[in-house]
């Protein structure tokens, strides 16, 4: 399947937001090292997101699971985790990533 034309906003995160950037198809400026790593709040990024207000289709979320949460935003989230056996998103859709 083709993702012709897509804009992705990628964030790395923790307790704060350590990198944002824009990602497109003909700018594949993919982050290559990871930022952060301390304690997870999921607010900062939904922060971010409630005050710069960016055209997107959902919000794609790879996590442990483990942190606190905002309130239930007015978007579709996907949560993702990253490792098996955490406890699901408060709200939107939860998936687990396979080995």
Do not use: N
Not at 40 to 55: G, M, N, Q, W, Y
Not at 57 to 81: A, C, K, N, R
């Amino acid at each position: 399947e083709s993702f012709e034309g897509f804009t992705a906003h990628v964030m790395q995160c923790d307790a704060a937001v350590h990198d944002y950037r824009i990602v497109t198809e003909a700018d594949l400026d993919w982050p290559d090292v990871v930022k952060g790593g301390g304690g997870t709040s999921f607010r900062p990024p939904f922060e971010l997101v409630e005050a710069e207000r960016p055209e997107f289709s959902v919000l794609i979320y790879l996590t442990d699971g483990q942190g606190d949460f905002p309130e239930e935003p007015d978007y579709p989230v996907i949560g993702v985790s990253t490792i098996q056996g955490t406890e699901a998103f408060p709200f939107g859709q939860y998936v687990k990533m396979e080995e």
